[in-house]
Structures are given as C-alpha cells and as structure tokens.
C-alpha cells in the first residue's frame, strides 16, 4: 500500500518561513492535499491539487510537489499556525485515500 | 452555509455494532461523494470510507472492509456508516467529510468536515 511519510514535528520562529515535507514514492505523479487541524477542531483544507488555496486562506500557505517529495510552505509564520498538518493523496492503484502520520508544527 | 452533523457515537463493547449517521445540509447532497475519517485519541487521521454522489460506489480502507458498510439516503441528505465486529482499535472520533468535486467517480480534496462523534469500543 502507497505510504505518505512526514516529520513529526517542525519548529519555526515567528515570521520565518515554515517547511513541512511530505515523502512518497513517485509522489509528484500524484495530486497532494494538505489539511490544517487545530486541537479540539476539525480538519482545514489548506492546499489542494498541490498548490492551490481554498479561499480565505492566506496567501502565506503555499504548496508544491515534485519527484518524491511535496511540501507545504507557510511563510511569515503567526502564532496562530500552530497545529498539526496532513497531506493526503488519492492512490489508484489500490483504491485508498491515504494520509501522512501528520507534521506538529511549533511556532517558537 | 455548508453544515455536517454527526450523530451515533457511543460506548460500545467489542464485538458490538453502532450505526454512525451524518445530517448534510447547505448543498446539493445527491452531487457530492461523501467520506468517512476517524482519528484516534492523541493520533493522526485515519480514511475510513468513500461513496460516490450516487451511491454506486465505494471504497474502504483495509482496516476495516468487511465490518464497516457506507451507505447514503439523498432524499434524507444523510450519510451512514454501519460498523459492526468493532474493535478496541476502532475507538476513535469519526467526521463525515464532504468531497470537493461535483459528480466525480473518485475522491478529490475534502472541503468541508463535520466537528465529529466519538466511537468508544470498550468492555
């Protein structure tokens, strides 16, 4: 089954750029998703088809996704980032929606 | 505005069944395919279950085929998941979470979750 791997955690100051990875095997063929969840809340699309924002997402959250590896990128980041963060994939192949184990994002 | 309520949860003891219900207003229910995620306590998200805006469809996660059933009823713009031979490791809370793309064969993005219901299988 097509595994998604990410860091547990990332720490980061507050207004520095914030860079969260999310390691698959030929991932870039894939189209990847990243969620924003706070804790006691639901689940936030952030980034979707790679690098696309919902709207009323700031322009701070951005996203790529080439060869093995996509990446959410905030920058600028607020106290206000702090929370976990998923990507997600759709896997064809064996019919699965898949999400990474989540990255806990700090801000210092 | 677009809402999903879940409602169903409960303590259940291993072995028992529970039926998970998710009330969809504020869209065109009978458009969108539908998802079931869960996330245990202190863990990370886990898919459940996909169905397609029609019903004709749907996948499951290996954790759970064959115990878990997703099913909807769009003239009651709900969504269900009928659990049963639950496990300790079944306990988790459960959002129902709304597929972003209108008419698709297979899942997309999910734009809008539910605030979730909590599953608890213990004896």
């Given at each position: 089954?097509?595994?998604l ?14 860079r ?10 894939k189209?990847v ?22 709207s009323g ?30 990507c997600q994939?759709?896997?064809?192949s064996s019919?699965?929606?898949v ?10 | ?39 245990a ?16 469809n ?53 734009d ?5 219901t ?6």
């Open positions: 089954s097509y595994v791997t990410q860091p547990p955690s990332v720490s980061v100051a507050p207004g520095k750029t914030a969260i990875t999310c390691g698959g095997n030929n991932i870039g063929s189209s998703h990243w969620y924003q969840q706070k804790p006691g809340q639901a689940p936030v699309l952030v980034i979707y088809y790679d690098s696309d924002r919902p997402i700031p322009e701070r959250f951005s996203g790529s996704n080439s060869g093995n590896t996509a990446t959410l990128t905030i920058s600028r980041v607020e106290a206000g980032d702090e929370a976990d963060y998923y994939v759709w896997d064809s019919d699965r929606v999400f990474g184990g989540g990255t806990k994002l700090t801000v210092l | 505005q677009v809402q999903l309520v879940e409602s169903g949860g409960g303590v259940v003891q291993p072995g028992g069944s529970l039926r998970l219900s998710c009330a969809a207003s504020g869209f065109t229910f009978s458009s969108y395919g539908m998802h079931w995620v869960r996330q306590p202190g863990k990370g998200l886990e898919w459940v279950a996909f169905i397609r805006y029609d019903g004709s749907k996948y499951y996660a290996d954790s759970v085929k064959g115990r878990f059933t997703i099913s909807r009823d769009n003239s009651k713009n709900t969504l269900y998941l009928q659990m049963n031979s639950l496990r300790a490791e079944d306990t988790a809370v459960y959002y129902c979470a709304k597929d972003s793309r209108f008419r698709e064969l297979f899942p997309h993005p999910f809008y979750w539910g605030q979730g909590l599953v608890t299988v213990s004896s």
